[in-house]
């Protein structure tokens, strides 16, 4: 049967972790990383890797989970899936990491992105002058705010130097190119 396992997708992107069993009937509750668990339910297939903690894992976690029920649950998913009979088998997943093909992921909107697709983008302003590339955004609760390392940052650069924050709304983003992996904004080398 192992053989005829799909292999881990090149495009796989951490979606959420297990954090524990849920009910007696095999259910696992999931914390997605994203407010809105888009990618979790638009694949039946959760790929699992072991939790990054230290210490051994003590029972084997299965490589692919075959998902065949989730839904929201407050800010948690609960979800269960074939290889997961009882409480007992949903009970070693906790802490496992979860992983969806980036290819699953639903289409995104006119103007929509996931954040994943953002990460390495280079931006630059009007002008054309290179602000930096795109190694994070943060989540305000208000809006996403653009995690710039600025071009000219050394290994050396201290990080409050070597980074540069853009909110992400519509005041200073003019266009999104995911295509020429590169972000046009409103915003000054000096800002």
């Known amino acids: 049967m192992a053989d005829t396992e799909p ?3 090149d495009d796989a992107v951490e979606v959420g972790r297990v954090l524990g069993p849920w009910g007696i009937k095999g259910l696992i509750r999931v914390q997605p ?9 638009s694949s039946r ?19 692919l989970l075959r998902i065949n029920q989730a ?9 269960g899936a074939q290889e997961l009979p009882d409480r007992n088998a949903a009970e070693a997943m ?13 289409t995104a909107g006119d103007g929509e992105y996931y954040w994943i697709d953002l990460l390495g983008l280079d931006v630059v302003n009007r002008e054309g002058e290179a602000l930096g590339r ?12 653009l995690r710039l390392r600025r071009p000219d940052a050394t290994d050396d650069t201290p990080p409050a130097t070597a980074e540069r924050l853009i909110p992400f709304v519509a005041a200073y983003i003019d266009d999104v190119d995911l295509a020429k992996r590169r972000i046009t904004v409103d915003w000054g080398l000096d800002y």
């Open 94 to 106: 906790k802490g496992a990491r979860l992983f969806v093909a980036r290819s699953s992921f639903p």
């Open 33 to 41: 990383f994203s407010s809105d668990p888009k990618a979790l339910f």
């Open 7 to 9: 292999p881990f997708p």
């Open 71 to 79: 839904k929201s649950h407050g800010d948690s998913v609960i979800a």
């Open 45 to 63: 297939r959760w790929f699992v890797q072991p939790p990054e903690a230290p210490g051994p894992v003590t029972t084997p976690m299965p490589p």
């Open 134 to 145: 795109v190694i994070d955004l943060l989540d305000t609760g208000a809006h996403s705010v």
